[in-house]
């Protein structure tokens, strides 16, 4: 019994597992390229945003890097990342830089990423959505992390399908709920008190009144449509992606593509991180 209680303590998490696979793919972006990596981790129906959701491994065979005498590196690290209960979906968030060549002596360019994560048939991990913004400030030292070890959680499986119709459903009333009460009001309403708020040009804003104030200051009405999204089979995370438009004196000022990350803790879906990228 001794013995058994060891392995269990000794043995990697999923959120471990996802985390340190994520580090694997930074770790071959620097090494080798950062379409080779892309290409190894992505799953065969992941997406990419390029600019609208796109089948990122056709986007990529059908887009080649052209040649040239310069070794670009984006360089990456996860900084947080939360996995569902059954361990099959999860997502990683953390600070980039760009180079446009390895020899530079400082980054061209900063950001935050937002990557989604789904177990395979397999057992690998392969990411399955990455959307990021661009800020203009690093976004910290890419320094390993690892995560705390998490003990295995009770649940009981859902229908993937039924689970999903409600999260798009529960999307789709967050936009009603915009459009009626305005986007402040439905953000609050829908947001978890530690929500993560990623827009261009800013660093993150995490939790609910950093996010609403943020929230606040924005011009213009938003509206969006979800055009898809997935559920752990354990039903307490989701995700949904699509466009949006922010229209001011009935003009378009912004089009793009978003990320939002919910999570169900019992008493209903919650955004947990909302990522936005113009066009």
């Known amino acids: ?28 972006a620097a090494d080798q390229n950062t379409r080779d990596a892309f290409m190894a981790f ?20 059908e887009h080649p890097v052209p040649p040239s005498g310069k070794h670009p590196l984006l360089a990456w690290q996860p900084a947080f990342a939360d996995v569902a209960a059954a361990g099959d979906l999860g997502f990683t968030t953390g600070p980039w830089e760009f180079k446009a060549d390895v020899k530079d ?15 395979q048939a ?4 392969k990411f399955v959505v990455d959307l990021g913004i661009s800020h203009p ?11 705390s070890p998490q003990q295995p959680k009770k649940f009981k499986p859902v229908d993937v399908a039924v689970a999903l119709k409600a999260l798009l459903d529960r999307d789709a009333a967050y936009l009603q709920q915009n459009q009626k009460e305005g986007l402040l009001k439905a953000f609050v ?14 660093l993150p804003f995490i939790g609910r009144t950093p996010s609403a104030n943020a929230l606040g ?7 969006w449509t979800a055009t898809g999204g997935d559920v752990s089979h354990s039903g307490d995370l989701g995700y949904t992606y699509g466009t949006y438009e922010i229209t001011d004196a009935a003009k378009v000022t912004e089009q793009g593509s978003y990320v939002r990350i919910w999570k169900n803790g019992g008493g209903g879906w919650q955004i947990v991180l909302d990522v936005a990228n113009p066009h």
């Open 42 to 61: 992505i799953a065969d129906d992941g997406l990419l945003f390029r600019p609208t959701a796109v089948n990122g491994k056709q986007w990529m065979r």
């Open 1 to 28: 019994m001794k013995a058994l209680a060891l392995l269990a303590l000794l043995a990697i998490s999923p959120l471990q597992e996802m985390v340190q696979t994520e580090q694997s793919f930074s770790k071959m």
């Open 217 to 223: 200051l924005a011009k213009g009405q938003v509206k």
């Open 105 to 119: 002596e400082k980054p061209a360019g900063y950001g935050h990423f937002v990557t989604l994560w789904k177990k």
């Open 137 to 147: 400030a690093s976004g910290g030292p890419l320094k390993l992390w690892q995560p």
């Open 189 to 202: 309403a829908n947001a978890s008190p530690d929500v993560r708020l990623y827009r261009g040009g800013n």
């Open 122 to 125: 397999d057992g690998s991990w």
